[in-house]
Nanobody, 116 residues
Framework: QVQVVESGGGLVQAGGSLRLSCAAS????????MGWYRQAPGKQRELVAT???????NYLDSVKGRFTISRDGAKNTVYLQMDSLKPEDTAVYYC??????????WGQGTQVTVSS
């Protein structure tokens, strides 16, 4: 069993910053990718950023240059530094962990609200 726990969400004014953290624990042999997704009310869940075990990153176009994903492999932890936040970034942010040759696991989500 694998547990995925996010933290760091909250309320911030437009232009501000937040840092999300996600820690995976449990029966983990090897992590393939870790990433962040978000879901706004009435919208589908979308990929925000991912990072592979080799450090390759992928970003949603609308967050490029504003968000930075990083990873601490020793701690099975992934971070999302969010700068220059906009009201349209408001959503529940979910952490996703994909194990090598195994399953995908999701966290419970953390709310990010950006006020204008």
């Amino acid at each position: 069993q694998v547990q995925v726990v996010e933290s760091g969400g909250g309320l911030v004014q437009a232009g501000g910053s937040l840092r999300l953290s996600c820690a995976a624990s449990g029966s983990i042999f090897s992590i393939y990718t870790m990433g962040w997704y978000r879901q706004a009310p009435g919208k589908q869940r979308e990929l925000v950023a991912t990072i592979s075990s080799g450090g390759r990153t992928n970003y949603l176009d609308s967050v490029k240059g504003r968000f930075t994903i990083s990873r601490d492999g020793a701690k099975n932890t992934v971070y999302l530094q969010m700068d220059s936040l906009k009201p349209e970034d408001t959503a529940v942010y979910y952490c996703n962990v994909v194990l090598t040759y195994s399953s995908s696991y999701w966290g419970q989500g953390t709310q990010v609200t950006v006020s204008s």
